[in-house]
């Protein structure tokens, strides 16, 4: 089996895997990966990740012309947006997952660092999450937005929608955004509560030990 080939099965387990998991549901959701030719594989729209086609899936190639599959995704602005400003980036996840989205809605006591710091694991995993304003589904506003961050994230929370992140690969951007999405349900299931947080020593140590991004 080709390297390609061994991508678009892959791509296409984690999205069946996310989907049984409930972390998306019926046709949201979307994800991508680099190619070893600097293209794209790209999940078609109005597609659910319960029952992706590896054959299916839209292909890219490294100049960002389509050369096969079906219709891409809406979402390709996020994506692009991802690939072109950030170094390393070898796939981009994107989910409308439950907890996330309901903190979304909620006021932020710091939009460009809208997590709380609950456990290690989501600032090892994703550094700092900047929550961005609503914008209409597919609207190429939103890339425009992630590109003004400059590659400083690998996350974002697009408000009232879902998250949108980037790994070196599809695993590890798969893990990292269930992680956001398990931080969410933490902070849900507290909210109003005395729960205590990571201080900023803690996270500072993090931080250091674990060399993470931490730009403001």
Known sequence: MSAEARLRESLCELAASLFRRGLT??????????????GLLVSPTGTSFGRLDPARLARFDASGRQIGGDPPTKEMPLHRAFYDTRDGTGAVVHLHSCHSVALSMLPAEDPDNWLPPMTPYA????????????????????????????GKRAAVMLANHGPVVAGRTPEAACNAVEELEATARLAMMLRGLPARMLDAAQIADLVRINKIEWED
């Open 25 to 38: 549901h019926g046709s949201t959701g979307n994800i991508s990966a680099r190619c070893e030719d600097g």
């Open 123 to 150: 600032i090892m995993q994703l550094g700092k999450v900047t929550l961005l304003p609503y914008f209409r589904p597919g609207d190429a506003a939103m890339g425009d937005a992630v590109r003004g961050l400059g």
